[in-house]
C-alpha cells in the first residue's frame, strides 16, 4: 500500500492537526506530566514486545478507544474499553509468534490541562520484527489523548496507531 503524505493524517477528524509552536507550561507540574505522558507510550511498547498484557491494560482508561489504520485516516480496527483492548491484544500477541520491539520517539504532548487532568499527545513509532531476520515491521504515528486518574496515572482514553505501512500478514484477531 502506497503511505499517505505526511498532511493526510492531519485530515482524520481534526486529529494530528498540531499547533504550532508556541509558550506553553514547563513548571514542575507540567513537567512531571509531560514525563508521565512520555512514560505511558514507552510503557504501552515495552509491555507490547514482551507480552505483559496487565501492563498494558493499565495503560487505558476503563472506557478506552483504541483504533489501528494503515496507509488511509480510517481504522481498519477499533477497541471499545479496556477489558476488549485486554482481550483483542492477548490474540494479536499469542498469533504473531515472533519477537516485536516498539521503538517510540519524539513525543510531543500539543495540548495538556493540568486543572481537568487532560492531554493529547503524538509520538513516532518504528516496530522492528525479528523471527528468522531482522526487518522492519512497521512505521507508526500515534495520537493520542490522555487523562490523569484518581491515583496520579495519565492513562490513553483514546490511542489512534496510524501506520504507514506494514510489513508481513496482519494477525486476522486485529482485522474486523
Known amino acids: 500500500m502506497i503511505p499517505l503524505p505526511p498532511q493526510a493524517w492531519a485530515h482524520r477528524q481534526g486529529r494530528l492537526a498540531m499547533r504550532g509552536l508556541q509558550p506553553a507550561d514547563f513548571g514542575m507540574e507540567a513537567l512531571a506530566a509531560r514525563a508521565r505522558i512520555a512514560d505511558a507510550f514507552s510503557r504501552f511498547g515495552i509491555a507490547y514486545d514482551e ?52 521503538l517510540i520517539t519524539n513525543v510531543i ?46 492513562r490513553f482514553s483514546a490511542f489512534f496507531i496510524g501506520m504507514d505501512a506494514y510489513e508481513g500478514v496482519k494477525p486476522s484477531s486485529g482485522v474486523e
Not at 114 to 120: E, I, V
Not at 121 to 142: C, E, K, N, P, Q
Open 51 to 102: 507480552a505483559q498484557i496487565d501492563v498494558i491494560a493499565s495503560c487505558f482508561t476503563e472506557d478506552v478507544v483504541f483504533e489501528v489504520a494503515e496507509g488511509r485516516a480510517e481504522p481498519f480496527t477499533r477497541f471499545e474499553g479496556r477489558i476488549e483492548v485486554r482481550e483483542r491484544l492477548t490474540r494479536i500477541i499469542a498469533e504473531q509468534g515472533d519477537q516485536r520491539r516498539h
Open 109 to 154: 504532548v500539543d495540548e495538556l490541562d493540568l486543572a481537568m487532568g487532560t492531554a493529547a499527545a503524538i509520538a513516532y513509532g518504528v516496530v522492528t520484527v525479528a523471527a528468522d531476520h531482522l526487518r522492519l515491521g512497521a512505521s507508526v504515528i500515534y495520537d493520542a489523548r490522555l487523562r490523569r486518574e484518581q491515583d496520579g496515572c495519565w
